[in-house]
């Protein structure tokens, strides 16, 4: 039986962790950040200006190659995806995932949102929920 810590290193295995700053330069340079934290979360603390909200539990679909309920705003396989979580845990599995979809420059911001927020890097008011299915707005 494999325990959670060693899924937790595999994932981390299979991605590169960035700093917050190192994630803001990364966006800033054309990676795309992904969002996976719950609506009532981005309501409270706001979200990453660009940042694109894709739930957890619908993530695998948003980002399935070819896939038919891919989201537009996706990018490609070789485009930088950093996932944001909370604190920087969920973000490491989800991470790992977009890698075994063949994301090759997947990776997710060590401290998720927590740790942006205390680098003091930009923070707006998240924008209303789009209408119809989870994680297939556009990004912030």
Do not use: K
Not at 47 to 52: A, D, I, K
Not at 58 to 80: M, Y
Not at 101 to 108: E, M, P, Q
Request: glycine content about 12%.
């Amino acid at each position: 039986m494999t325990t959670l810590d060693e899924l937790f290193a595999e994932a981390r295995a299979r991605i590169e962790r960035l700093e917050p700053a190192e994630a803001h330069a990364a966006a800033a340079a054309g990676g795309l950040i992904v969002d996976i934290r719950s609506e009532p979360s981005r309501e409270r603390d706001g979200v990453v200006p660009g940042s694109l909200h894709v739930p957890r539990t619908v993530l695998e679909w948003r980002f399935e190659p070819g896939g038919r309920w891919r989201n537009p705003h996706a990018g490609d396989l070789e485009q930088r995806v950093i996932v944001l979580c909370e604190q920087g845990y969920s973000s490491v599995f989800a991470a790992g995932m977009l890698a075994q979809l063949g994301y090759s420059r997947a990776g997710d911001v060590v401290g998720g949102f927590e740790g942006w927020r205390e680098a003091g890097l930009p923070i707006v008011a998240a924008p209303e929920p789009p209408a119809g299915r989870p994680g297939m707005g556009d990004p912030a």
